[in-house]
């Protein structure tokens, strides 16, 4: 199943998602209001219409009523906001059971502070029925120096998740400065692209001076070699 999305400023072919979207990573880098969450919509509805349940990640730690309509179409969406507590476990799993697409408000601070400590959000977000059978989504809060630093054991169980997750899952970030740190460019480069690249999409600048909807892309290239998939790049333009 194919899904068009846009089309690719230096080449006539449209931009589709096809079904490597369901396994493979995907890195969305964009200022606020640059439609990072209009192009992960449109992953989900495809994610979905494979078939495939959702588990969106709000950092950010919204209200129901602060989150975007696109999101709350009555059969693809069951809000649930993080707590330290056995009902909300519960509630989890039931809406686990019944593979609802579920969007969980998470404040960041229940994260350990400790790498040698695993919070209970790690847990719960390493669910072996979430790994098995989610897609997942992770957007990030406005901090992302804490986000990066203070919270050590997300580092750790991004890498987890890359391991043993069934399905793919797609980051949703600002071009904020910490992605020109050499050691940030190497992890994310390898996450998404499974190499590292020159990473000119982590050049902030070049971000910030795209227009709405409008983003640097880069993919590899289905065909095997011997060495690593060619990576193929082009500007994006996402449709309204």
Not at 106 to 111: C, E, I, L, M, V
Not at 149 to 176: C, M, S, W
């Amino acid at each position: 199943m194919r899904y068009k999305i846009g089309r690719l400023q230096h080449s006539i072919s449209t931009l589709e998602l096809k079904q490597r979207t369901l396994y493979q990573n995907t890195l969305i880098l964009g200022e606020e209001g640059s439609g990072k969450t209009h192009l992960a919509n449109k992953i989900r509805h495809y994610v979905m219409a494979n078939g495939v349940p959702t588990l969106y990640l709000d950092f950010s730690d919204p209200s129901i009523e602060k989150i975007e309509e696109k999101f709350k179409d009555a059969d693809t969406f069951f809000y649930l906001r993080f707590e330290e507590t056995d009902e909300f476990e519960a509630a989890l799993d039931k809406a686990i059971e019944e593979r609802r697409n579920i969007y969980m408000a998470a404040n960041p601070s229940y994260f350990a502070t400790k790498k040698n400590i695993k919070s209970r959000l790690s847990k719960i977000i390493q669910k072996h029925e979430l790994l098995e059978n989610y897609y997942y989504f992770f957007h990030e809060i406005e901090s992302l120096n804490g986000f990066y630093t203070k919270f050590e054991d997300f580092l750790y169980y991004i890498f987890d998740l890359v391991n043993i997750k069934k399905f793919g899952f797609t980051f949703l970030a600002q071009p904020n400065e910490i992605f020109e740190d050499s050691r940030i460019k190497l992890l994310f480069t390898f996450l998404y692209l499974g190499r590292c690249s020159n990473a000119h999409y982590y050049n902030t600048s070049v971000l910030r001076s795209l227009k709405t909807n409008t983003f640097y892309y880069q993919y590899r290239m289905d065909n095997r070699s011997l060495l690593f998939n060619q990576i193929q790049s082009d500007i994006a333009i996402i449709d309204a």
